[in-house]
């Protein structure tokens, strides 16, 4: 089971970036899948969670109306469109997908999801 996250770059404040996360040796149509991220010197913070029929969806405070998580489970990719960036937003961002049950809900827990990415980096200057 591998789970590819891409998209990450560098961008100015203000700027946009959509992240893809492709997985592929197993399906997770039914399971909750996310995007967390970890700045330099900090701990590994929720971004994004999206239940497995993509109904449901959880963002942390400091995202909340700039980014958009969403699912495409015919391409079994989940996404994270990201606008109004911030130099604050500047992290490894990792997709993270679970093996429970979740088609309705979803985890902030980071420790319910079994299988992460291996992070892509995101950079907004100022």
């Known amino acids: 089971v591998q789970l590819q996250a891409s998209g990450g770059g560098l961008v100015q404040a203000g700027g946009s970036l959509r992240l893809s996360c492709a997985a592929s040796g197993r399906r997770f149509s039914r399971n909750a899948m996310g995007w967390f991220r970890q700045a330099p010197g900090k701990e590994r913070d929720i971004v994004a969670v999206i239940s497995g029929s993509g109904g449901s969806t959880y963002y942390a405070d400091s995202v909340k109306g700039r980014f958009t998580i969403s699912r495409d489970n015919a391409k079994s990719t989940v996404y994270l469109q990201m606008n109004s960036l911030k130099p604050d937003d500047t992290a490894d961002y990792y997709c993270?997908?679970?093996?429970?049950?979740?088609?309705?809900?979803?985890?902030?827990?980071?420790?319910?999801?079994?299988?992460w990415g291996q992070g892509t980096q995101v950079t907004v200057s100022s």
């Open positions: 993270a997908a679970s093996t429970a049950y979740s088609d309705r809900i979803y985890f902030e827990d980071a420790n319910k999801y079994n299988y």
